[in-house]
């Protein structure tokens, strides 16, 4: 059983920047499969960020270059580093991990808007 904590949401002006942070819990959190995905309102949840227990990263197309995921095994956290944000990066941010079940946090708000 994992559970996960997500923190640093909040508002912020359209280029500006926000680091989410996800803690967990658990053991051998190093060996998770992690990533962070959003909500926007009326809109399905998507991918965004994700990150291999070795560190390999993959990005959706909409954030490459602005977004950064990052993981620390020894503090189990990881981490969404955002910058030159959007309007519609607007959404309900929830971290992931996955080691065959599947966990998810509680969410936490972006909103991006002057």
């Known amino acids: 059983q994992v559970q996960l904590v997500e923190s640093g949401g909040g508002l912020v002006q359209p280029g500006g920047s926000l680091r989410l942070s996800c803690a967990a819990s658990?053991?051998?959190?190093?060996?998770?499969?992690m990533g962070w995905y959003r909500q926007a309102p009326g809109k399905q949840r998507e991918q965004v960020a994700v990150?291999?227990?070795?560190?390999?990263?993959m990005y959706a197309d909409s954030v490459k270059g602005r977004f950064t995921i990052s993981r620390d095994n020894a503090k189990n956290m990881v981490y969404l580093q955002m910058n030159s944000l959007k309007a519609e990066d607007t959404a309900v941010y929830y971290c992931?991990?996955?080691?065959?079940?599947?966990?998810w946090g509680q969410g936490t708000q972006v909103t991006v808007s002057s």
């Open positions: 658990g053991s051998i959190f190093s060996t998770y499969f």
């Open positions: 990150i291999s227990s070795v560190g390999n990263t």
């Open positions: 992931l991990a996955r080691r065959g079940s599947v966990y």
